[in-house]
């Protein structure tokens, strides 16, 4: 078993996951930033810098299917009220190789830290670079354990033309590693455009964040 957060990303970004074998591995942060928790097929991953002990009794004492007890509401509100962090909600986590070449549609960078989208990936990135594009906004930085997380917005008035797939697909393309998306499982439009560009699931994630 990888022995840091860091290890099982970039393993699971190779398609090499935790063994299925209903357990939960408890490491360390890898920053003060993140904590929170990554679930795999019957395996999850719980990252933090509180005691280790007091993490397995509180899963032990979760009234659920054990396999569940990680991302189980209680269980993710134990762990909050102890590190004093919050929760926006529980992502399904997706990733996709860079791709070469260059992005098919016009991009800038831009600066602008009172997008609200810009604002928001601040809060969970480091190395925030972001580019406009015509009706729509992409983000990349670095958030859980240093990987490349992607970001986007599209504006209303021009959904369902290809430009979420198009800007997930830039992403890749203006990447040299492995792009990483996380997107709620409601948030339709954003999975399908993910998926379209070719990222892939590999789990699910709750980043509990420092208030």
Not at 159 to 182: F, I, K, N, T
Request: glycine share 8%.
């Amino acid at each position: 078993m990888a022995d840091t957060l860091r290890d099982i990303v970039d393993a699971a970004a190779r398609g090499v996951f935790p063994p299925p074998d209903g357990r939960t591995t408890v490491v360390r942060q890898h920053s003060p930033r993140d904590a929170g928790v990554l679930s795999f097929t019957a395996h999850s991953v719980v990252f933090t810098d509180e005691d280790e002990g007091w993490v397995r009794e509180t899963l032990a004492a979760m009234d659920c299917d054990a396999l569940a007890a990680t991302m189980n509401p209680r269980f993710l509100a134990a762990l909050m009220e102890r590190t004093g962090r919050s929760n926006d909600t529980i992502d399904l986590m997706s990733v996709a190789a860079p791709l070469p070449g260059e992005p098919p549609l016009a991009l800038s960078e831009i600066g602008d830290p009172d997008h609200p989208r810009v604002a928001s990936s601040r809060k969970r990135r480091d190395d925030v670079r972001v580019w406009a594009a015509d009706g729509g906004v992409l983000v990349l930085g670095r958030g859980i354990a240093g990987r490349l997380e992607a970001a986007v917005e599209v504006e209303e008035g021009v959904r369902h033309r290809g430009l979420g797939r198009a800007l997930a697909s830039a992403a890749r393309q203006l990447a040299d590693e492995p792009v990483w998306a996380q997107v709620a499982p409601g948030n339709a439009r954003s999975l399908r455009a993910f998926q379209a560009a070719g990222y892939r699931p590999v789990g699910a994630e709750a980043l509990l964040i420092a208030r």
